[in-house]
């Protein structure tokens, strides 16, 4: 069966420093990949998918980025935070397009200070 | 993107059924309806989704309306697990854009 990890789970950084959250897909190939970012007390915000090792879209200008070196591996970093960057962070992969269905991670837990 | 109208909240009591509405008259015709839910501090959860007709599966019924410009997520027997945010997300593709939902509460 197909799990998906994320950490850590809970993090807190100081605006300014840099950031490095990670999730993994086990147990399915060529998985497509999302960060969302859910404010507080908002929806969740869609900031990037991908659907293959080194093609990201970004769907909102920010400063974070993502990377995804490996088929099951994306990565969200920021070189400096800010503090509106705080929110709940989740990972996601479906297996393919229209109709199917996407499986979310636990979610990361961000507190700029 | 289809963009959807949902009441904020609703309320139900437990081992009632719960009728959660959603808008979507800019909804394209490729566009499957996609329903998630989002229980606190958790990741959202799928619960079902359609294209034209209407679906059933273990934790709901989903019925779209002919013209498709809205559909209903019906819940047979609300239980106090089923208290969450529910996200109603037309889409063709990869990307679901969540909006805020409906916070379904269920009264013991």
């Known amino acids: 069966s197909q799990t998906i990890h994320q950490w850590p789970a809970t993090l807190v950084q100081p605006v300014g420093s840099p950031l490095s959250l990670e999730c993994t897909v086990e147990g399915t190939s060529n998985p497509n990949l999302y960060w969302y970012r859910q404010a507080a007390g908002r929806g969740l915000q869609l900031l990037f998918y991908?659907?293959?090792?080194?093609?990201i879209s970004s769907e909102v200008p920010q400063n974070l980025s993502a990377s995804r070196p490996q088929d099951r591996q994306f990565i969200l970093s920021s070189k400096k935070l800010l503090l509106s960057d705080s929110g709940f962070y989740l990972c996601?992969?479906?297996?393919?397009?229209?109709?199917?269905?996407?499986?979310f991670g636990p979610g990361t837990r961000l507190t700029v200070t | 993107d289809a963009k959807t109208t949902q009441p904020n909240s609703m309320e139900s009591n437990e081992e009632e059924p719960v009728h959660l509405p959603c808008n979507h008259s800019?909804?394209?015709?490729?566009?499957?309806i996609h329903w998630y839910r989002q229980l606190p501090s958790q990741g959202p959860e799928y619960v079902i989704h359609g294209l034209t007709s209407n679906v059933n599966n273990r934790m709901a019924s989903l019925a779209i309306a002919e013209d498709r410009k809205s559909s209903t997520l019906i819940l047979h027997r609300a239980t106090l697990r089923d208290a969450a945010v529910y996200y109603c997300i037309p889409g063709d593709g990869n990307q679901f854009y969540f909006g805020t939902g409906t916070s379904l509460t269920v009264i013991p």
């Open positions: 996601a992969w479906s297996q393919g397009l229209a109709g199917y269905e996407q499986y």
């Open positions: 991908s659907v293959g090792i080194g093609q």
């Open positions: 800019t909804i394209s015709g490729t566009d499957y």
